[in-house]
């Protein structure tokens, strides 16, 4: 007999929540779906259902304690996969763990999109028309996979229509009972002997269709949003997979996001800039009216409060944040610079290359100047 609590890995005295604990840990180990075709892990698995069986029954603990063996009039035949779907509840996502999660349709695989919204849809939470090609139920067949009016599925003579098959087999430890899935129907239980002509008896087809896709309010680039039901039907009966669908931001003309605030360029002149004035500046909601302080300085930033982007799931708004870009003209007319120019002799600003008016000024009254010397020497007649 051998040491139920060597393979196990627990210690004599280990109470039965610490034998379950150990049970499971190499349970999942050792499974044939995560070890395919190991034959030295699926005999290891077998004899740890054995131990487990044992050591997990209080009676027949007991026996093998005092005597190190089992009471043979005990049935040690046991469906390990039972045992299996007893401790995990039916089974675990990813693994085909015996019976319980083996059932007769196929569920179909998941399929993912990438969608492109704009920040009007993204802000309004509105509902887009995304295209999939995905694989549908048969229309000829309607997923059945057998030619439509004939007796194109019967029995499967392997399994009889259970879906499942069991071997029995000898081992150190005992007999040891498998229930594994029908390989001639792979679990249908029927077999087809007139398939479908139009999908081969597959059960299913391609088809382009649109799936509308409801955007929450708020959402940015980045997130999945899933459709259940919406991805490549099952085969047999099975539920069909779900879409995911990545969302992408598509470039605005206007507004730049960060988060839930947008940010708009508003471009001054730079007499706008130190004078102040009264614009108009765009929002999700509409045109508004906006008030620039005199003497605003380049990319003073100015918030409206509540006219960003609504919070994802949350309750308000973000700020729309209008940033003051003052633009400084490249080329100016004569009336322009002249006007400059007398601005910066005002100011006490010294501009270089180019003659101030402030010279031109005094240049003129120079000039007259001399003229009036001129008129006033020695020799000249003034008429009357």
Request: hydrophobic share 35%; glycine share 12%.
């Amino acid at each position: 007999m051998p040491d139920y609590y060597a393979l196990l890995e627990v210690d004599r005295d280990a109470d039965a929540a610490e034998i379950k604990a150990a049970y499971r840990r190499l349970a999942l180990k050792y499974h044939p779906d995560r070890n395919p075709g190991d034959k030295e892990a699926e005999e290891r698995f077998k004899a740890i259902n054995e131990a487990y069986a044992v050591l997990s029954d209080e009676e027949k603990r007991s026996r093998y304690d005092r005597y190190g063996s089992v009471d043979e009039s005990m049935p040690m035949g046991m469906d390990i996969f039972d045992i299996f779907a007893s401790v995990f509840g039916g089974g675990m996502p990813g693994m085909g763990m015996g019976r319980a999660a083996r059932g007769r349709g196929q569920q179909g695989e998941d399929l993912q999109v990438e969608v492109e919204v704009t920040l009007e849809q993204a802000w309004a939470g509105e509902t887009v028309a995304v295209p999939v090609e995905r694989m549908a139920a048969c229309s000829h067949c309607h997923g059945d996979r057998a030619e439509p009016g004939s007796n194109g599925k019967q029995t499967c003579p392997t399994c009889g229509g259970v879906g499942q098959v069991r071997t029995h087999a000898q081992s150190l430890f005992g007999t040891v009972m498998t229930t594994r899935t029908c390989p001639e129907c792979r679990g249908d239980g029927q077999v087809i002997t007139e398939p479908c002509t139009v999908c081969g008896g597959r059960g299913r087809q391609l088809e382009t269709a649109t799936v509308d896709v409801p955007l929450p309010k708020g959402i940015d680039g980045g997130y999945r949003l899933r459709v259940p039901n919406a991805g490549n039907a099952g085969t047999d009966g099975g539920a069909s997979g779900d879409l995911y669908v990545y969302v992408t931001m598509a470039p605005h003309p206007h507004f730049r996001r960060e988060g839930d605030d947008l940010y708009y360029e508003l471009e001054v002149g730079i007499a706008q800039a130190a004078l102040g004035g009264t614009f108009t500046v765009p929002t999700m909601e509409g045109e508004e009216s906006f008030d620039l302080p005199s003497g605003t300085q380049p990319l003073t930033e100015f918030r409206l409060r509540g006219r960003g982007m609504p919070r994802l799931r949350q309750p308000g708004k973000g700020d729309l944040v209008v940033v003051a870009k003052v633009v400084v003209p490249t080329r100016l007319s004569n009336e322009a610079r002249e006007l400059l120019e007398a601005y910066a002799v005002a100011a006490g600003e010294a501009v270089d290359e180019h003659e101030t008016i402030g010279e031109r000024v005094r240049g003129l009254f120079g000039r007259i100047k001399d003229r009036l010397h001129r008129d006033d020497a020695p020799g000249t007649e003034t008429a009357n």
